[in-house]
């Protein structure tokens, strides 16, 4: 095998399906991505065993064949060079070569027979919006998604479309994230959830905001297709928790505040309060919000925001990262806060609405 590519493209090629690789695995296949080259232009992928992520290109190929590389150093190396075209070719032994003028890299390889091919989807139903929208939707609650490997059904968003509205939803039990968007006929109803990886593949998608994303589903998968790139993934099993108990159904008390204004205080506090399990107190105190954050070892902090109350004689704490990450997803200016009492879930959303909030747990004031 050997082809020419300008080396921008393939940088770009080459970090995309790695980002779908795996460093926790046994099988060192999936640490690699396959390249194959043919006379149309060379194919690159890459795989975890779930996900399969596929970039097409375009070049000048003298000898079609297939290679396996260690999708790490192969991005590192590649984004590290110059602007201009870079040689690749196999050598003796089922090495590879990368060259850029004087720069020569030789590199493992491993057989590429062993690498698996993106499984068969679709069939069951379709979603398309365009990208800017579904971007948009995705960031609002992704913050949200769970880490725990013990459960994987909270490790992605859950998609429900009943043919007039799109829901998009994640939790980590500590926090609620929901964005729902009015859109009739977009496609099939359903209710799947994708993997938070396959999410974030699909963000990055070469793909201009105003072109249409067509989500297609089918054999428990989820596939993507769009200008030379290819995402499979398969959805995450199991039930979803009904997240609608979990949102309070009447609140009692509100503030209303500017987002950029709450952000910066809180993130000032959170200087100190990272100490102390990034817990912040926040107290209602006539037409301001007084926000305290402690440390043990390192002193306190207290800030203070002007607010528009309703009944916002109340002290509650929560975490200040979630708070951070609940506005910051936020594009109107205000942010409306609702609660009942300090022991039970607050609402923070747009002081304009838009679909979006989030509901956070508080924590204990002491």
């Known amino acids: 095998m050997q082809f020419d590519c300008p080396c921008k493209e393939f940088s770009d090629a080459v970090h995309m399906a790695a980002n779908a690789t795996s460093t926790r695995t046994s099988l060192p296949i999936l640490q690699t991505v396959k390249i194959e080259a043919d006379s149309g232009g060379i194919r690159v ?19 079609p064949g297939n290679i396996c590389l260690q999708a790490r150093t192969l991005s590192d190396i590649v984004a590290s060079l110059t602007a201009g075209d870079i040689s690749v070719k196999t050598l003796d032994g089922q090495g590879g070569l990368l060259t850029q003028g004087a720069s020569e890299y030789r590199l493992q390889a491993m057989e590429s027979s062993d690498f698996p091919e993106p499984p ?3 069939g069951d139903g379709e979603l398309t919006l365009p990208m800017s929208e579904l971007r948009s939707a ?4 992704l913050y949200a998604v769970s880490g725990d490997p013990h459960r994987a059904i909270l490790n992605g968003v859950l998609f429900g479309y009943d043919g007039k509205k799109l829901t998009l939803v994640a939790t980590d039990t500590h926090r609620l994230a929901v964005r729902s968007l009015e859109k009739e006929g977009i496609g099939s109803t359903m209710t799947v959830v994708v993997p938070e990886k396959a999410l974030k593949a699909i963000k990055a998608l070469p793909l201009g905001d105003d072109d249409p994303v067509e989500l297609k589903f089918g054999g428990g998968r989820l596939g993507v ?3 030379g790139a290819k995402i499979v993934s398969q959805l995450l099993n199991g039930t979803f ?4 108990r979990v949102v309070p159904s009447e609140t009692t008390r509100s503030w209303s505040v500017e987002v950029d204004q709450l952000e910066e205080k809180v993130r000032r506090a959170m200087i100190l309060a990272k100490d102390n399990a990034n817990r912040l107190r926040f107290k209602g105190d006539g037409d301001e919000i007084v926000i305290a954050g402690r440390s043990e070892e390192r002193g306190e902090a207290k800030e203070s925001v002007p607010m528009v109350a309703s009944n916002g004689d109340i002290e509650i704490a929560f975490n200040g990262s979630y708070v951070r990450d609940a506005i910051a997803v936020i594009h109107g200016d205000g942010v409306r806060i609702e609660m009942t009492e300090n022991t039970r879930p607050a609402v923070f959303k747009p002081a304009d609405g838009n679909g979006y ?8 004031l002491t």
């Open 45 to 63: 992928l890459g795989c975890d065993g779930e996900m399969w992520v596929e970039r097409k290109l375009a070049c000048m190929v003298s000898e």
């Open 357 to 364: 909030f989030c509901v956070i747990m508080p924590m204990q």
């Open 225 to 227: 297709e769009a200008n």
């Open 138 to 141: 995705v960031d609002s609650v």
């Open 241 to 244: 928790p009904n997240w609608e």
């Open 120 to 122: 068969t989807y679709g």
